[in-house]
Structure formats: C-alpha cells, structure tokens
Nanobody
C-alpha cells in the first residue's frame, strides 16, 4: 500500500503561482512513477504530468507544458507540482497518483494509488 497526501492548493489570481506537494508513505516510494491529475466540476479527471521513478523523465499535457514543472525528492518521499502563469481554466481539484508501470501513463486506470486531492482556484 502507498498512502498519498496532497497539500499546497488554494486561491490565486491569474498569472500567479502555486506549488503542490504530495507526501507518500507505505511501500517504497522510489519504485513508483508519480503523476498529477486534475478534475474540474462537471468534467472527467485529466492527466497533467508524470515523473519517472528516478526523476529523470517527465511528461506533460499540452495544456500545461511550459507552465508547470513536476519534480520529486525520493529522500523525502515527496513529489511536487510547480504551477506558474496560472489561468482560470486551471481551476480544479488536483490529485497525485502512483503507478508501478515504467512508462508514460496518461490514463487514470494505470495508477494504483491516489491521494484525496487539493483544490486549486484561479480567479480572473
């Protein structure tokens, strides 16, 4: 089992920045690739970013590429999502998730463990 707890969400004006954190506990954190997803009201959960178990490879949705950065600190069992130049359309609940698959995984079905989510609201 892997337990995931997100933090760092909040209310920010358009153009601002937030950094989300996801703290993991349980089984070996560094054995899992980590992803961030988001879900806006009335919409399906969508992929945002993924980072490999070592941190050497990252992958982003086109909608956030160049604005968001995913990183991880395996010594702290934590994955981060730095979000810059935020837009109102980035408003959503953000979830971190863990997958044992050593490949790019952009679908929710590929992830075994999920956090409870943290709300990000971007005002115009």
């Amino acid at each position: 089992q892997v337990q995931l707890v997100e933090s760092g969400g909040g209310l920010v004006q358009a153009g601002g920045s937030l950094r989300l954190s996801c703290a993991a506990s349980g089984r070996t954190f560094s054995s899992y690739a980590m992803g961030w997803f988001r879900q806006a009201p009335g919409k399906e959960r969508e992929f945002v970013a993924e980072i490999s178990w070592s941190g050497g490879n990252t992958y982003y949705a086109d909608s956030v590429k160049g604005r968001f950065t995913i990183s991880r600190d395996n010594a702290k069992n934590t994955v981060y999502l730095q979000m810059n130049s935020l837009k109102p359309e980035d408003t959503a609940v953000y979830y971190c998730a863990a997958t044992p698959l050593d490949t790019i995984v952009v679908v929710t079905e590929g992830y075994d463990y999920w956090g409870q989510g943290t709300q990000v609201t971007v005002s115009s």
